[in-house]
């Protein structure tokens, strides 16, 4: 999988893919991600890839040219599966859609920044806008920071034991079960004692019971 991700601040997204499950990924050849300067695509001398809103009112918009350059010129080298927009205003990001990307071959990540992106960019390039909740960032690059994480760590190979991911909250609409670790006893607060009976099918009961109820109370609505 490749993923292009067009920002006006490399930097601020550069740190995700530099540890652990997303490192290992792109080691293993898993996927390929790519930080793409948008003020690269600028052609003015100054690279400004913002503008004042036609119309007024407080805020720059991101302009419609060094975009559509860049979106024609990745366009030029391979087609793209989608093109994604981060957008408050977007579908509401969940794992089914981490699950769908995780399955393509191509897509673009294009980062806002100021009030936004020109509306022409969204009608005429844009194929998905997803949005990761219901509260306004400055700019897109945390968003399609948990966008890349949540896809690339359940392409399988990503994560080495390979049923992790697929035992996590969501998949399957339940929430996860609690977990433990050693110590079994800290200061009185015992682990269930189910957890160290060695039996497999109870102990895959139990968990299952849990995530049961866990999302009957923390999550009616799943
Ligand atoms: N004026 C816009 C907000 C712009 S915030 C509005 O009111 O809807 C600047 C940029 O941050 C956006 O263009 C978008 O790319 C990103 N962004 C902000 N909140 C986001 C969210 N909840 N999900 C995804 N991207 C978001």
Redesign the pocket.
Known sequence: MRIDIITVLPQLIESPFQHSILKRAIEKGLVEVNLINLRDYSANKQKSVDDYAFGGGAGMVMSIEPIANCINFLKSQRSYDEII??????KPFNQKMANHLSTFNNIIIL???????DERVREHFITKE????D??????EL?AAVICDSIIRIIPGAISDETSALTDSFQDNLLAPPVYTRPADYNGWKVPDILLSGHEKNIEEWRHEQSLERTKKRRPDL
Not at 85 to 90: C, K, L, Q, V
Not at 130 to 133: A, D, E, H, K, T
């Open positions: 927009y981060t957008s408050p205003d977007g980062c806002g920044h100021y009030k936004g992106v997803i949005s990761i909740g509260y306004v960032l400055s700019g897109g968003a």
